[in-house]
């Protein structure tokens, strides 16, 4: 199977083209966000081919893969010579996002399109998403498994976020420095001094004693799941999704401030507890996020929308 899509999220799509279709990723000379092609930060298979608009116009596509408004509104139709999604080709519309806003306002830009298929990454933005009466899957997140990396030598924290000072309160930025009088956190990612590929991430974050995710409000990180396949403890905010995510045997998830500064007192001081909860953090992402229920549950829905 031909399967269309931006390279939008790299750790996401990452884990979507270990499958065994061809996956045609748009490439343009500037490489910017309608044109990335493949990642080089992220290991990715030959299955991955890139495509020029002209080859793009010409390919014979299966499925396409959604994942912005603008390429539902205009962007897929133009490089796919007006194919449009959803009604010339099959298409899913792929939502990574919780949505923003008044509740009563958060209305799915691809609501009330019966020919799509809205697939949500997590439980909790299905519920406050409104689709209106396009139909919905839930397909939870999958990753490449990176191994039981797990160290925990370094009496430190690890958090990745990227742009953490564009993306302020969204992500807990103000919520560091209180956390850190209980253990220093050195912060990962896009826009930080530690912005690193992906292996090397994984190594550096094994060698600290605890993952830290004070994020207020997204979907679910990707590398939340990433450090409980590494093994390591988790200290995080009880929103969105994290709650199902992360059991109470893999660390410590409160929404009081008071009782994550406790948790990563007793991380940074107890290395044996430590390990011991980045062995129940590992056991439930394998079961719950591993990498092969994920592309069975793909490769489900994009048969049956082929198949019309």
Not at 91 to 116: C, F, K, T, W
Request: glycine share 10%; aromatic share 6%.
């Amino acid at each position: 199977m031909n399967v269309f899509l931006w390279h939008v999220h790299g750790s996401w799509t990452t884990a979507f083209v270990q499958g065994r279709h061809r996956y045609l990723v748009p490439v343009l000379p500037e490489r910017g966000p309608d044109g990335r092609g493949r990642a080089e930060t992220y290991e990715w298979p030959g299955s991955v081919v890139e495509v020029s608009p002209d080859e793009a116009a010409r390919a014979a596509v299966d499925v396409v893969v959604l994942q912005r408004p603008d390429e539902l509104s205009r962007l897929a139709a133009h490089w796919l010579g007006g194919r449009r999604p959803g009604r010339d080709l099959p298409a899913v519309y792929l939502e990574h996002n919780a949505p923003q806003g008044r509740i009563s306002e958060m209305r799915h830009p691809a609501a009330d399109r019966p020919e799509l298929t809205v697939v949500h990454v997590t439980h909790f933005n299905r519920l406050f998403w409104d689709t209106g009466g396009t139909p919905v899957r839930v397909i939870e997140h999958g990753v490449v498994d990176p191994g039981h990396l797990y160290e925990g030598r370094l009496a430190r924290g690890a958090a990745a976020i990227n742009e953490p000072g564009r993306r302020g309160r969204v992500v807990g930025t103000d919520l560091l420095p209180d956390l850190r009088r209980s253990l220093p956190i050195d912060v990962f990612g896009i826009a930080t001094d530690r912005d690193l590929p992906q292996r090397r991430l994984h190594r550096e974050m094994a060698r600290r004693r605890a993952y830290v995710h004070p994020y207020r409000w997204t979907s679910l990180g990707l590398a939340l799941i990433e450090a409980m396949h590494i093994g390591m403890p988790v200290v995080a905010l009880a929103t969105t999704e994290v709650p199902e995510a992360v059991p109470p045997a893999a660390g410590f998830v409160s929404n009081r401030l008071d009782r994550l500064c406790d948790g990563l007192r007793r991380l940074g001081g107890d290395r044996h507890l430590a390990c011991e909860m980045g062995a129940a953090a590992r056991e439930h992402a394998l079961c719950r996020y591993g990498l092969n229920r994920f592309l069975r549950e793909w490769d489900q829905l994009l048969e049956e929308v082929s198949r019309g």
